[in-house]
């Protein structure tokens, strides 16, 4: 992503990561257990090149959640910025001891897991700040569509015997 980041557009961004992912590291580096033996920037320094390209300007709100269920392991952190270009968002949901987990899932497929993949944060249910986040995020803004060209008629007639001349 670093050499190639250059979107053409603004782009709202969330992240939710947990910071004891065992798969996708926080501080960046090879992603564990691929197949494609990708590579991935420190969240920071992603979040960096997002508040860069969306011209966000100014420190983040933070809030810390409650901490719904002392039980899990797990507390969260969310800061969002002020609106960048556009009205673009940027919200990041650092879950301090959480693994590679969807937030407030449960059921035993999730508690399988866990062995592998780390705690799940049960402080937010995740797909709804999902839905909520990109709910609120503003229209994608296209550049105005370029006025086709306009090709010149061309003229059948064969040429008169003036012209050839």
């Not at 670093?2 to 782009?11: D, L, N, V, W, Y």
């Not at 937030?103 to 799940?120: D, F, H, I, N």
């Not at 700040?129 to 090709?151: G, L």
């Amino acid at each position: 992503m670093a050499e190639r980041f250059k979107p053409s557009h603004p782009i709202s961004l969330l992240v939710i990561q947990g910071d004891a992912d065992p798969l996708v590291p926080i501080g960046g580096g090879a992603i564990a257990r691929s197949d494609r033996g990708g590579h991935v920037l420190a969240t920071e320094a992603m979040l960096k090149k997002y508040l860069a390209h969306n011209e966000v300007v100014g420190a983040p709100e933070v809030e810390q959640l409650a901490d719904a269920d002392p039980k899990d392991g797990t507390t969260t952190e969310v800061r969002r910025w002020p609106p960048g270009r556009d009205g673009v968002r940027v919200e990041y949901y650092l879950v301090r001891g959480g693994g590679h987990t969807m937030p407030g899932s449960s059921g035993l497929l999730a508690m399988e897991k866990q062995g592998r993949v780390g705690r799940v944060s049960r402080d937010f249910d995740g797909l709804e700040v999902i839905w909520r986040f990109f709910k609120q995020c503003p229209p994608r803004v296209h550049p105005a569509a370029s006025t086709p060209k306009k090709t010149p008629t061309v003229n059948s007639a064969l040429p008169s015997a003036e012209e050839k001349r």
